[in-house]
């Protein structure tokens, strides 16, 4: 379906990309058929046989980080490819007589790269809540039983790309809104006067500090998801909680004002009450 001299002009001139571009594309079609995160996606690169079969892989090939499906995209996007990847994708399914003349048929890839972009955005939210709450734990295990909700334990036990998301957009937005309500009993729990104060200080509880005033806002007293264009710059813009960022001065100068800013098992799992 894809060759890596289709890619050829989106690549540095000098050197060789680590991973196949012509597989990275592959991926991104699989990935957006299954609604799979990037992480999910990587995974199955490493682990199912039907995608290394689809992706010409060896049984014992370890795949990619899965940072590389959203560079890749990244890469389509500046240039302008995205509609390429498309057409090669509406070609190999005309050939398998996938596709009749007369019938409405989109004409772009943009609600695909769209749709992987609000899976990775929903998986990051539901990660950054979830270290939180096994930092607290940790800190304070007795003390979060006290305050944290029996569902919470169903929804942030497991790791998010262990889990299939809905794929109707409606319940992806519903599930952001609920972690975002969850996230923010937690912070109002951990600013109250009953809480230990160790707890401010932890890195995990800051980083959600932080990703709750970038992904979320305040609608009629009612904590919601962002829309994609109130989000922060993306050079500013907070992605995984396992990475440092490096623009800490913008970050705070976006943060000023905002009003949410006062606001193996895990060890949250382990919290979990018998029966």
């Known amino acids: 379906m894809f060759s890596d001299a289709d890619f050829e002009e989106l690549l540095p001139a000098r050197g060789r990309p680590a991973v196949s571009p012509a597989r990275l594309a592959l991926v991104s079609v699989l990935q957006f058929a299954e609604g799979l995160t990037d992480r999910q996606a ?48 509406l070609r190999a399914a005309d050939g398998a007589g996938l596709v009749k003349a007369g019938k409405r ?106 990703t709750w005033v970038q992904q979320y806002h305040h609608v009629e007293g009612t904590v919601r998801w962002r829309g994609t264009k109130d989000l922060p710059p993306g050079l500013i813009r907070l992605r995984t909680p396992l990475h440092r960022r490096c623009h800490q001065p913008r970050i705070d100068a976006w943060l000023t004002g905002r009003p949410l800013a006062k606001t193996g098992v895990s060890p949250f799992a382990a919290l979990r009450p018998a029966g």
């Open 105 to 210: 048929q989109r004409t772009d890839a943009t609600h695909v790269l769209a749709a992987t972009r609000d899976l990775n955005r929903l998986e990051f939210v539901v990660e950054t809540l979830r270290a939180a709450l096994n930092q607290v734990a940790e800190a304070a295990g007795d003390w979060l039983v006290t305050v944290s909700s029996p569902e919470w334990f169903d929804r942030y036990s497991a790791r998010p790309e262990d889990s299939r998301f809905a794929s109707r957009w409606a319940a992806r937005v519903e599930h952001a809104d609920q972690c975002g309500a969850d996230g923010m009993m937690l912070l109002e729990a951990v600013w109250s006067a009953t809480s230990p104060p160790v707890l401010q200080s932890l890195p995990a509880v800051e980083f959600l500090r932080q």
């Open 42 to 89: 990587a995974h199955a690169v490493r682990s199912r046989l039907d995608w290394k079969y689809a992706l010409s892989l060896e049984l014992a090939d370890t795949g990619f980080d899965f940072s590389v499906l959203s560079e890749f995209r990244a890469r389509l996007v500046d240039g302008e490819a995205g509609q390429m990847v498309f057409d090669a994708v």
